[in-house]
């Protein structure tokens, strides 16, 4: 692969820092946090984006430390606002200068390529066998780069809809149990009200990637605008219908927040829902943990919306916090022993997220989340909502992209904004996304 690999945060020194030490296979046996080694407590740093109180990391690595004497676990958050993408910058400027690293996490399945693809993430295939772990058949997604392991899924994340429960109420519409994105487009006409400043629109969609691909998000076999071997998908013609349908809610029926207004007032897709901005909020489920603590009025949920009636329902696309070792870890076995214990038991410990890990029970998870929130706001979570869309939800397929996947998800969302504000047609944007998208894949091939 040419070296064109995107240079990570603007951290231009950081395959240079990282060539000594990245290259040299330690077996688990031979590094100094290895079991049987030293019996010297040994300090293990986690770091992540997460705020405490977003993550409840203190009490989670504190319930670690007791049952693990001769390991201390630290967790130091990246981000005071606890934010994913400042907390990965800062991490790679720890990978550059060298800083002890040993747990570190990334929020998605192309941020997470694009770190084993520099060389931050040590291969996790001789711990997992030494424990006779076969990921597939432990967790419920499976993140394999290039035949190996670099990390284990911690939180997982599916997509739903969050109503609010009030505004169904007002316009008599009942909670979808199951329906279609053209369904959901004629909720969103019948929840929209008011105009100007005061307007509460039915719908909206953020500035990621994943409200780009609605449509696509559930296609079983692959819900991402490239293929494993990073040749474009947006011919599939769920992309088309993804973008027509919110040009069409945005700019036509104007029953979704217009993408200008999302971009140029730096809208946050909380604060929308929260503030009664939009009716409906389509999502990921690490919102049950953060609604436990802020939720402002009567939420419920939905199944993610289906591309053709025909469709199974609850397909919904997936993600995790990848959670792997550092390649410089002076303490691998030790940091492994950690995101092991993390990716299994440890989450339903921390009670803010959901578990990819295959034994986890669904309603215990979901107690244990309501639990740590604030009585009041628990009241205003409709747990039977919940569960029926929690028991419905099918994961699709993981893709795990190729390590130059961020540099085509820029240029695409470039092109989706150009259409999305009226500068260029349907045609046009299809088209020059996928010439984009290739050229990118053209310019990394070997």
């Known amino acids: 692969m040419k070296k ?23 077996t688990p046996a031979a590094d100094s946090g290895a079991a049987g080694g030293s ?12 705020t405490e109180a977003q993550g409840n990391w203190n009490a989670t690595v504190e319930a670690y430390n ?31 200068s060298g800083e002890q ?29 030494k424990d006779n772990i076969v990921v597939k058949d432990e967790y419920k997604l499976d993140p394999i780069v290039n035949g190996k392991y670099y990390a284990l899924p911690g939180k997982m994340i599916e997509w739903f809809v969050l109503l609010n429960k009030d505004k169904l109420d007002e316009a008599k519409l009942p909670v979808p149990t199951e329906w279609t994105w053209d369904q959901y487009a004629e909720y969103a006409k019948k929840l929209t009200k008011g105009e100007g400043a005061s307007k509460a629109y039915g719908s909206y969609f953020h500035n990621w990637k994943d409200y780009a691909l609605l449509g696509l998000n559930n296609d079983m076999e692959n819900p991402y605008l490239v293929k494993s071997d990073g040749t474009q998908n947006i011919d599939n013609p769920k992309v088309r219908y993804s973008l027509d349908l919110r040009n069409k809610m945005e700019n036509v029926d104007k029953t979704s927040v217009p993408y200008f207004e999302v971009v140029s007032q730096k809208m946050a897709y909380r604060d929308v829902f929260y503030g009664g901005k939009t009716a409906m909020l389509a999502t990921g489920n690490w919102m049950v943990g953060e609604l436990s603590l802020n939720a402002k009025f009567k939420t419920v949920f939905a ?31 030790a940091a492994y022993d950690f995101v092991k214990w993390y990716t299994t038991e440890g989450i339903q410990t921390q009670g803010l997220f959901f578990s990819a890990w295959k034994k986890a029970d669904v309603e ?15 009241a205003m979570i409709d747990k039977e909502s919940l569960l029926a869309t929690l028991k419905v939800n099918k994961a699709t397929k993981l893709v795990v992209p190729p390590t130059y996947a961020l540099q085509q998800e820029k240029e695409y969302l470039t092109q989706v904004e150009l259409f999305l504000t009226g500068k260029q047609d349907l045609e046009k944007t299809i ?14 091939a070997k």
């Open 303 to 333: 199944p993610y919306p289906k591309f053709d009636a025909k469709d199974p329902n609850g397909l919904t696309e997936v993600g995790a916090d990848f959670m792997g070792v550092a390649a410089n870890s002076k303490n691998k076995q």
């Open 39 to 50: 019996k010297a407590p040994v300090t293990i740093k986690v770091q992540g984006w997460y």
């Open 364 to 378: 215990k998870n979901v107690d244990a989340i309501l639990k740590s929130g604030k009585p009041e706001q628990v």
């Open 101 to 129: 690293m040993d747990v570190v996490m990334y929020s998605s399945a192309s941020d997470f390529a694009q770190r084993v693809g520099a060389g931050i993430l040590e291969p996790l295939d001789d711990y997992l066998k």
């Open 66 to 96: 007791k049952t693990h004497p001769n390991v201390k676990v630290v967790y130091e958050s990246m981000s005071e606002k606890g934010d994913s993408q400042e907390g990965m910058k800062k991490l790679d400027l720890l990978a550059a």
């Open 4 to 26: 064109s690999l995107l240079v990570l945060s603007g951290v231009l020194a950081i395959s240079a820092a990282l060539a000594g030490c990245g290259n040299k296979a330690e």
């Open 431 to 444: 088209q020059t996304a996928k010439t984009k998208i290739e050229d990118i894949r053209k310019s990394n």
